[in-house]
């Protein structure tokens, strides 16, 4: 597969809730290899796109695909990581055995993980430099270390494409360094991210393409194409342009204009 080549294609997709639209006829594309910000006012339908691709979520038309295929058909090739709020993390369960779940689909039933998957987790767990709290109760994490944890449990899928819903909301300084070096290291070995955020002023700085979402698609690209004040305007009003404005502020007085 060549690098230019599309791996997500979302065609005519239109979502309601309770005769409610929330995606209405978008279309776009990506290709791989590619570090995605999916951007968008709050209800703009983001988490909503990737519940969507995932089926958790029936349109009322369109699709979206992965590698030319539906999710269902392709699963052991896509990794999804939810907001990290949205899991019990109180389950009595250690950390090791939370980053082993990331094989069960390469496991299948009645199996149970070999020492070679236990020394991958713990490798999961050394990349995102948690290897030491592999013992302890997932209960006891601090944000940054569960949003870690869930990135070794997604580490161990040995999937392309990763769909991620607001993976730096509530971390810490020091995690959001190495979660976007990690997945600049994956995006630059070919692997595909698509990611829920909100920091605008952090855009530039971590991501390569953006989807810009307020129900339908307002415009999808590269960060220096799409990125503008224009279609910033256009999502999120007066606050977008002022952002913008504060966002060209920074990347001047880092060139040292």
């Not at 695909?65 to 009595?92: A, L, M, N, T």
């Not at 013992?135 to 040995?158: P, T």
């Not at 129900?215 to 503008?228: C, M, N, P, Q, R």
Request: proline residues 4%; glycine residues 8%.
């Amino acid at each position: 597969m060549s690098q230019t080549e599309n791996v997500i294609a979302c065609r005519n997709l239109t979502v309601s809730y309770d005769s409610t639209p929330i995606l209405w006829d978008v279309n776009f594309s990506i290709p791989k290899g590619s570090l995605v910000a999916l951007i968008g006012p709050n209800g703009a339908g983001k988490t909503t796109f990737l519940k969507t691709s995932l089926g958790f979520v029936k349109p009322a038309s369109g699709c979206v695909e992965f590698f030319g295929k539906p999710y269902k058909k392709i699963r052991s090739k896509v990794c999804y990581v939810p907001q990290k709020d949205s899991v019990d993390w109180d389950f009595p369960i250690t950390v090791l055995e939370v980053v082993l779940m990331g094989r069960y689909k390469h496991l299948g039933l009645f199996k149970w993980p070999s020492k070679a998957d236990k020394e991958a987790a713990l490798g999961a767990l050394k990349t995102l430099e948690i290897q030491h709290l592999a013992h302890r109760q997932i209960s006891e994490l601090s944000g940054g270390q569960k949003q870690r944890v869930f990135l070794a449990r997604a580490l161990l899928q040995d999937a392309e494409i990763f769909l991620l819903d607001e993976p730096f909301v509530g971390i810490d300084i020091s995690t959001e360094e190495i979660i976007t070096k990690l997945f600049k290291l994956l995006r630059d070995q070919g692997k595909t991210f698509v990611i829920v955020h909100h920091d605008l002023q952090s855009v530039p700085e971590i991501f390569d393409r953006v989807v810009i979402l307020k129900h339908s698609l307002i415009a999808e690209g590269t960060v220096e194409d799409v990125f503008t004040e224009e279609n910033l305007s256009k999502a999120y009003g007066k606050r977008g342009a002022l952002l913008a404005d504060m966002i060209e502020l920074v990347k001047e007085k880092q060139k040292g204009i």
